[in-house]
């Protein structure tokens, strides 16, 4: 199968330095998809599953689900990082109906990356705060959050993924944004 | 605290952007504080994204490069090698295409077997031929040129048709004879097949080199045509009847609710026997049709002979009588006479019935009525029942078609409605997690 290469628009270039994007090129492969997205789908399965052995299932099942499934991609459709992200999704959404996460997502996320002994104190400090905040947002917005700031998508791939307009997704992105942004403030 | 301008538009896309831009540079340096804070917020989220450890990752690479291979004996396997199977089977012909020779180097081979099968076809289409000619009258259709040549071939020979009566004799002159011992021949066929209804054999005749046979024909034929045209058919018999000379015997047609049939014995003369028919049968499709022929040369012969001897001994008890001395002798020979004269009566009667069976053919149609316009069907029918025919096909596939879409369609709505509703709800039951 030939994927198009499509570079989302707006992804950060913090994520997508540690992506090997390969650009240039017409003809994108499945393996050219799974190495520029293979870091993003995990960052974004562990954010919601907040379980690294469980993220490294489901993320192995979304990439394999996506390979057997890679001949109904349809381009008219959204990008490949969308279509990929939706079956990411998809997968981490079940693994947690059928473990009953539901606690794991509203409770407080496992410290795997704490800081070290080289990191600031008022950076920990901050993480420290944003998590704290991040576990006061609904799932909706932690999805959502997740979605851009772990997966690295656009907007337009966002609403794509989720089922809903470019506009809106930008929309409640900034609503969530500005909800974690006043949780913070409450936190500090 | 929330921005001033937080619900506008524009507002959220600007600040949108401004994360954007500083996920980008890695730093939030807007002037507006409010923003500058979402700045913050982004670059923090973007750095609280887990890394994958380098064993796991590498251990997936490795199995996406090999295809994700299942695991051997699993469910996934068996169907992996299925679906493999499948995928073969329907890539064969493409590959098959591919693999073959270019189209410039198949040429002669292509040449070579499209020669071979325009050879076979014609060898079978002779085949064929001779089949049909064989198989004339057993089923659908006859060829009315087949009949009438049928007839030809022996109705021909009678006295009033002294042309045909020629080609007989010099196809008789190469032809074996019949011993003169031999009785009458008889000849008949039920309308299975043509060759074996020829009329009796031209040059096997009674007397080697005498061209004057007499030979009884007898045919019989079936037309068919639907119920409502049966008794325009009739009408059309009688016509084409009167037309060639000849009578109609005896007819009958019935016509009622459960269809129409008709038959007529019909007197051709010979010599118009193959034209008459071939009008016969072109007035609707010939369903069977049979034909016999007897010779009764020698019976006539026979009997001309028989004639031709009272005749002489007739003139010889007349001559009789006119010398008679006595008048015994005399009453003797008027006794003789009498008989004699009856005789010569009954002669001519049975030489004026073997004439009229020679000089006319019995001729027998049966007209059999079909239900709607079946008549038309077969490889007998003219272009426009080939029309109608496919204006009654059309119209059928057509009823099918809509008979089939007044159920498929609603199902596919139902199917439809059914994917909508378990889709929607799928995808709420595994986002009620997030709520």
Not at chain 2, 217 to 227: G, Q
Not at chain 2, 314 to 331: I, N
Not at chain 2, 336 to 350: H, M, T, Y
Request: charged fraction near 30%.
């Amino acid at each position: 199968m030939n994927w198009t290469h499509v570079r989302s628009r707006d992804v950060n270039e913090a994520v997508a330095e540690r992506m090997p994007v390969r650009a240039g090129t017409d003809v994108d492969t499945f393996a050219a998809l799974y190495q520029r997205t293979f870091p993003r789908v995990f960052a974004y399965v562990m954010s919601l599953l907040r379980d690294r052995s469980a993220a490294e299932d489901v993320t192995a099942q979304a990439f394999e689900r996506a390979y057997r499934k890679r001949s109904s991609y349809r381009a008219r459709r959204g990008s490949p990082e969308a279509w990929l992200f939706g079956i990411a999704r998809n997968a981490a959404l079940d693994e947690l109906r059928r473990r009953g996460r539901r606690a794991g997502l509203e409770g407080e996320p496992a410290d795997h990356d704490a800081p070290t002994a080289e990191d600031h104190a008022e950076l920990a400090l901050r993480r420290e705060v944003v998590r704290e905040a991040l576990a006061k947002l609904d799932g909706h917005e932690r999805d959502l959050l997740s979605l851009k700031f772990s997966g690295g998508l656009s907007n337009a791939e966002i609403g794509r993924v989720l089922g809903v307009s470019e506009t809106n997704a930008g929309t409640r992105l900034h609503r969530a944004l500005t909800k974690l942004r006043k949780a913070c403030d409450d936190a500090s | 605290m929330t921005h001033p301008d937080s619900d506008n538009t524009a507002t959220i896309e600007r600040e949108l952007e401004a994360v954007e831009a500083a996920l980008r540079a890695g730093a939030a340096d807007h002037q507006d504080p409010f923003v500058r804070e979402l700045q913050d917020l982004g670059l923090l989220l973007q750095a609280e994204a887990s890394e994958p450890d380098a064993e796991f990752a590498e251990a997936l690479e490795q199995r996406m490069r090999e295809g994700f291979p299942a695991k051997p004996g699993s469910a996934r396997a068996l169907a992996d090698e299925v679906h493999s199977g499948l995928a073969a089977a329907v890539a064969w012909p493409r590959n098959a295409v591919r693999r073959m020779p270019s189209p410039r180097r198949m040429l002669p081979a292509a040449g070579a077997v499209v020669t071979v099968v325009v050879i076979g076809f014609g060898l079978a289409s002779i085949d064929l031929n001779r089949g049909d000619q064989d198989d004339a009258g057993s089923g659908g259709g006859v060829d009315p040129r087949d009949l009438a040549s049928e007839a030809e071939s022996g109705g021909g020979a009678g006295e009033s048709a002294p042309g045909a009566a020629q080609d007989e004799a010099a196809r008789s002159s190469a032809e074996p004879a019949v011993p003169l011992a031999q009785p009458d021949a008889t000849q008949s066929d039920s309308g299975s097949g043509s060759a074996a209804i020829a009329p009796p054999t031209p040059g096997g005749g009674f007397a080697p080199g005498r061209s004057n046979r007499k030979v009884e024909r007898s045919i019989s034929m079936t037309l068919e045509a639907p119920d409502e045209d049966i008794p325009a058919l009739a009408q059309d018999v009688t016509q084409v009847t009167n037309r060639h000379g000849g009578f109609v015997l005896s007819s009958t047609l019935n016509s009622d609710e459960e269809g129409a049939n008709g038959f007529f014995e019909l007197r051709i003369p010979a010599g118009r026997l193959r034209p008459a028919l071939a009008d016969l049968a072109g007035l609707a499709t010939v369903r069977s049709q049979s034909q016999s022929g007897q010779d009764v040369t020698r019976r006539h012969v026979t009997t001309r002979d028989r004639l031709q001897s009272a005749r002489a001994e007739r003139r010889s008890l007349l001559r009789r009588l006119e010398l008679a001395e006595t008048d015994e002798e005399a009453e003797s020979i008027r006794r003789r006479l009498d008989i004699v004269a009856g005789e010569i009566n009954g002669l001519r009667g049975l030489l004026r019935d073997l004439r009229l069976r020679t000089d006319f053919a019995v001729v027998s149609v049966d007209l059999a009525g079909t239900e709607g316009d079946s008549g038309s069907g077969g490889a007998g029918g003219s272009f426009d029942d080939a029309l109608n025919d496919a204006g009654d096909l059309v119209v059928g596939l057509a009823g099918v078609l809509i008979r089939v879409l007044a159920i498929a369609l609603p199902l596919a709505l139902i199917a439809g409605l059914g994917w909508l509703a378990t889709s929607l709800l799928r995808r709420r039951r595994r986002e009620s997690v997030l709520a």
